[in-house]
């Protein structure tokens, strides 16, 4: 680990987006293509920007990957992804978002981030997984008989910006 001395010169780490979105109890994975992670089956997702809310961001990096429209994201885990600060020198938090609600027809919108696209049975997921995708299936299957979106409203009042 680097030292605390001059914390304006240390790197900060990254907000990543990973969207759990499900259809029927399978999630849809894509296979990662020259990016960090390169060959593993990841969420669709990708970084925060400024001033978007967890809502906009998952909505925006669904459609531009898969094409499918977002009606509702909810914010279930939130992970500390270290595992590729070693290989890659990337330190990631990353914010999971599920999603039930949506339109359209999945589509491999960018064929140079992505080489596959699938539907996978929660209980039989392919190897190797992205690290970050692996945490939030891992706590959406350890928690999902507490995760009720049809009780819980969207992310974006309680996580963005504050009204009024």
């Known amino acids: 680990m680097k030292e605390r001395n ?39 997702g990708g970084h925060l920007e400024l001033g978007e809310s967890f809502e906009e961001a998952a909505r925006l990096e669904v459609r531009e990957e898969t094409g ?16 590729y600060i070693d290989t890659d020198d990337k330190h990631y938090i990353t914010i999971g978002l599920l999603v039930t609600a949506f339109t359209g027809q999945e589509e491999m919108m960018e064929s140079d981030k992505c080489e596959g696209m699938e539907w996978f049975d929660l209980e039989d997921l392919p190897s190797p997984l992205f690290a970050p995708a692996a945490k939030i299936i891992k706590v959406y299957q350890k928690n999902k008989d507490k995760i009720n979106v049809q009780k819980s409203r969207t992310n974006s009042n309680i996580y963005g910006r504050l009204q009024g």
């Open 68 to 83: 499918l429209e977002v009606k509702a994201a909810h914010v279930f885990s939130l992970t500390n992804d270290l595992e």
């Open 6 to 44: 001059n914390k304006d010169k240390l790197p900060r780490p990254k907000v990543g987006i990973g969207v759990m979105v499900l259809r029927d109890g399978q999630v849809l994975l894509l296979l990662r293509n020259g990016s960090h992670g390169s060959g593993e089956w990841c969420l669709p």
